[in-house]
């Protein structure tokens, strides 16, 4: 069935660098795109969104590029530092399926210091 | 902090048992998801609750059960219980009941079937 994936399991950074984590999607009725975060024994925590009508969205450190002509999705991390390690989920909606998330498998980021 | 709560945070079942866990939502969110993680997996979706009724389910068997109640909190009833059930269950909540808003993820209980 489609689902979404990722490229890379893991990532290992130097603190201080830029990050960047990938994320493939299959269905193309996919309109709503979010990215979480999950540290050990935590919840997914809510990083950012993007609705199928934007191709970039920013927030505080973080930028979502969304590129709907390859079915593919980025996280850019900037100025990565030890408190982002941690897997991190891409997931996608489709808006007549009502609010389910359909999640990848993960990518494990390892900041370096 | 997301204020959506989650007890109990560990459970030790044996196979054939009956659990109920249970979340609280996030103020103001009068939407539910329930979510299943299997250990270095993403989050699996089992159903959601909107309004006190199912909105919506994922690929999973009936012995998966559920409720809502008046205050949006809600509870994961999952009976006969298997080994694989062994995972993380996460609910999330929103606002946006059908529509597509953000979900708010509380910290999950961690079940273990032996």
């Known amino acids: 069935g489609e689902s979404v994936g990722l490229h890379l399991p893991t990532l290992s950074v130097q603190e201080g660098d830029n990050s960047i984590i990938n994320c493939a999607y299959s269905?193309?009725?996919?309109?709503?795109f979010i990215w979480y975060k999950q540290e050990s024994g935590k919840g997914p925590q809510f990083i950012i969104d993007?609705?199928?009508?934007?191709d970039k969205r920013q927030g505080q450190r973080v930028t979502v590029l969304l590129n709907k002509t390859v079915k593919h999705l980025s996280l850019q991390i900037a100025a990565t530092q030890p408190g982002d390690s941690a897997v991190y989920f891409c997931?996608?909606?489709?808006?007549?399926?009502?609010?389910?998330?359909?999640f990848g498998g993960g990518t494990r980021l390892m900041v370096k210091p | 902090e997301t204020g959506v709560t989650q007890s109990p945070t560990h459970l030790i079942k044996t196979r054939g048992q009956q659990v109920t866990l249970r979340c609280s939502s996030q103020?103001?969110?009068?939407?539910v998801s329930w979510y299943q993680q299997a250990l270095g997996q993403g989050p699996q979706f089992i159903f959601q609750?909107?309004?006190?009724?199912?909105?919506g389910r994922g690929n999973f068997p009936p012995r998966f059960s559920g409720l809502q109640f008046p205050n949006y909190s809600s509870e994961l009833n999952v009976n006969a219980l298997e080994l694989d059930d062994s995972a993380l269950y996460l609910c999330?909540?929103?606002?946006?009941?059908?529509?597509?808003?953000?979900?708010?993820f509380g910290p999950g209980t961690r079940l273990l079937v032996l």
């Open positions: 269905n193309s009725a996919s309109d709503y």
């Open positions: 997931a996608e909606n489709i808006n007549n399926a009502g609010n389910m998330l359909t």
């Open positions: 103020s103001g969110h009068n939407t």
């Open positions: 999330a909540s929103s606002s946006g009941g059908v529509k597509q808003e953000t979900q708010y």
């Open positions: 609750y909107y309004r006190e009724e199912e909105n």
């Open positions: 993007i609705r199928s009508n934007m």
